[in-house]
């Protein structure tokens, strides 16, 4: 199997990079602005690109908030049309790739397969053209588990997505993947419920015994992470 490696980058980084440095680049985007096209525009002709990360960020009432298309309220809602604006950039430019990161929720309010179907709806009220959506692997840690949960880090949530949509496209995020891994053998280890006893709200302790738990356990949890893979 041959590997393509492409660089990364938002269109001030990409500047960085050199004729020759990479094949082909991802386009990452912090916050979508209006104008990113003339700024491609002006990336030097040596940057081509084969993706495009959606935005991280959408703005509120001058408030930055994450990228959520599985917010009920006005986040969602801004998300799912930049999200839009996004696949209209791709198609400007001829990409063909999307990589969507960003769909985590609220296990208090909606049902795990009730956020399976919200994703549908909104997905399926995008015009995509010829654009592939790619959805990324999510992390699973303290700020992904509970009360707003990432929907998609396991193998598992993409057999459940496949199930609402027609067609599937994955973008593995092998970093992700591993640290999800070391947070599922922590979470094996204290309990669920002892989990959420113990560290729900204090995020420094939490990375604190984490981190000593898999210097502690490193071979061991490798080893299980490369099997899994």
Not at 161 to 178: Q, S
Not at 182 to 197: A, H, V
Request: charged content about 30%; glycine content about 6%; proline content about 3%.
């Amino acid at each position: 199997m041959a590997l393509t490696i492409l660089g990364k980058g938002d269109v001030g980084r990409l500047l960085n990079f050199k004729k020759g440095d990479f094949e082909a680049y991802e386009l990452y985007i912090g916050l979508f602005d209006d104008g990113i096209i003339q700024k491609i525009n002006e990336l030097p002709k040596h940057i081509k690109f084969i993706s495009i990360h959606n935005p991280t960020q959408v703005k509120i009432q001058e408030e930055l908030e994450p990228f959520n298309l599985l917010n009920e309220g006005i986040v969602g809602e801004e998300s799912l049309k930049v999200l839009q604006k996004t696949i209209n950039l791709a198609q400007e430019i001829g990409v063909r790739k999307i990589v969507v990161h960003g769909a985590r929720y609220d296990m208090d309010r909606l049902p795990r397969e009730k956020a399976f179907e919200l994703l549908r709806k909104r997905i399926e009220f995008l015009d995509t053209g010829e654009v592939d959506l790619c959805f990324e692997t999510d992390v699973g840690w303290h700020n992904t588990f509970y009360p707003k949960m990432a929907l998609l880090t396991a193998p598992g949530d993409f057999h459940e997505l496949k199930k609402v949509l027609n067609e599937v496209r994955i973008t593995a995020d092998i970093e992700h993947l591993c640290i999800t891994y070391c947070f599922n053998q922590f979470i094996e280890q204290t309990r669920r419920i002892d989990f959420l006893k113990n560290y729900l709200g204090r995020p420094t302790l939490f990375e604190k015994e984490i981190y000593q738990f898999i210097k502690e356990n490193f071979e061991e949890i490798m080893a299980g992470f490369y099997h899994f893979l």
